[in-house]
């Protein structure tokens, strides 16, 4: 087998580090606005775009990339701040399905405030939107087995 070349360990590492620090950055912002993390936004966006604003837990846990012990938690976090619900799931007594609450949905919408500011400060200040493009197209190849 083949060792990796140098620019393709150097994009590997430069692709991590790059990751980390604008998520750090981005989670900086939503937090000196007094807002919670980015995987309660990424569960409250999430549960909206559902049918009806509901999800299996499953369903989230494959839309957000959680663990689901994590995401578990999270859920209860979430539903004790009445953010969401569970409920039911028609016809299996088994199963739940998350619903996101009216309040969810305004504070998904007051974060997207201040996360869609910061993505504008931290990649769209900084990138064309010819290069935009073509990182978006470079990083959909390599997420393609």
């Given at each position: ?55 299996t837990p499953r369903e ?38 998350v619903e996101i609450t ?44």
């Open positions: 087998m083949q060792e990796p070349s140098a620019a393709v360990i150097k994009a590997w590492g430069r692709l991590i580090r790059t990751q980390r620090a604008l998520v750090g950055r981005i989670e900086a912002e939503l937090k000196s606005a007094g807002f919670p993390t980015l995987h309660w936004y990424d569960v409250l966006l999430e549960l909206k775009r559902g049918p009806e604003g509901r999800l989230i846990e494959e839309a957000v990339l959680f663990e689901q012990y994590n995401l578990s938690r999270l859920l209860d976090r979430m539903e004790a701040e009445g953010l969401v619900r569970r409920i039911p799931y028609p016809g299996d007594k088994r199963r739940q399905l009216q309040e969810g949905r305004a504070l998904q919408w007051r974060m997207w405030g201040v996360y869609s500011a910061a993505i504008n400060r931290f990649i769209a200040a900084k990138l064309t939107e010819k290069e935009a493009g073509q990182l978006a197209t470079l990083l959909l190849k390599l997420m393609q087995d």
